[in-house]
């Protein structure tokens, strides 16, 4: 099921979801520093999120490049954004997502 939201710029920005085997990839395309750095981690599973800006796909990023690539192109707003709708705040979220 494709998942879209639109940032303040009208843009819509379809999303992904990041499983484990799409963590391992990312996890061997950034490689062990990186991969062991928590915020950079976070940015790039935002980053590994989007699936097409505005209708355009976005590949899955290979490397660090294509991780700045595409927050560039997300900026700030988008990259809050996104961040927010793909990872829960607190354990209440947790719960109703899981359904229990």
């Known amino acids: ?15 992904r979801k990041v499983g484990v085997v799409e963590t391992l990839r990312l996890y061997k395309a950034l490689g062990a520093n990186l991969s062991l750095n928590p915020a ?5 599973e935002v980053a590994a999120s989007i699936e097409a800006l505005d209708g355009i796909p976005i590949p899955f990023p290979d490397g660090e490049a294509a991780v700045e690539h595409i927050l560039r192109r997300l900026g700030d707003d988008a990259t809050d954004l996104v961040s927010d709708a793909i990872m829960p705040k607190d354990s209440a979220a947790v719960v109703a997502e899981a359904g229990n």
């Open 1 to 15: 099921m494709e998942r879209v939201i639109t940032d303040k710029a009208g843009r819509s920005i379809s999303l």
């Open 40 to 44: 950079y981690m976070g940015m790039a």
